[in-house]
């Protein structure tokens, strides 16, 4: 370990330190360590009393995005979008993998323009649309990992990326009230 990562190393440590006294939490230390060469970080041993203390401080800070995401999840219910995947991960708002169908009609919601009639869903397409729509609409970025089946056969889905809580929040407002939140 070099003299960098050592100095950053130790001072993970010491503001880990430093947020767990902050929270009230004086008997959780965090000590910088070495295995096998890979800078760790060992957390004393703790009490059931600041296991529990640890654990509604860290529901606590994801309070705000759980609501967000069931203000999301009643929205898209109550218009008609079938988003099962909607979850929270890593205090991000996650709508997971959408069908073309939803991707479209999430779009259409957010703005887009409607397709022309008998013109087909293609996911390519739906993804460009629903992009700037979302973007139109929150001011975010939505970014869509991959299409499942670009030449959007049957079952075709698109992967969207977790969105921060701010723009999750946006994009209820926008849904709900309609146009740019």
Known sequence: MNNRTASAHQD???????????AGLPALSAVPTT?????????STIDPET?????????KALTR???VADALRSTAETLGLDLPEL???????SMGDLSLPTADRL??????????PGTAIEAQNV???????????????????HLDDPHSRP??????????VNTARRLVMALQFGGPA
């Not at 979850?87 to 708002?93: G, I």
């Open 155 to 164: 079952g075709s889905r698109l992967s969207l990326t977790a969105i921060d």
């Open 87 to 93: 979850h929270v991960e890593n205090n991000k708002v």
């Open 51 to 59: 296991a529990a203390e640890v654990t509604r401080l860290i529901r």
């Open 12 to 22: 993970a440590a010491f503001e880990l330190g430093q947020a767990f006294r902050a």
């Open 107 to 116: 779009a259409r919601l957010l703005g887009a323009p409607d397709r022309d």
């Open 65 to 67: 995005t759980h609501k």
């Open 35 to 43: 295995e096998r060469g890979t800078p760790k970080i060992a957390l």
């Open 127 to 145: 993804a460009d649309r629903l992009r700037t729509a979302f973007k139109n609409a929150t001011g975010g970025v939505l970014r869509i990992d």
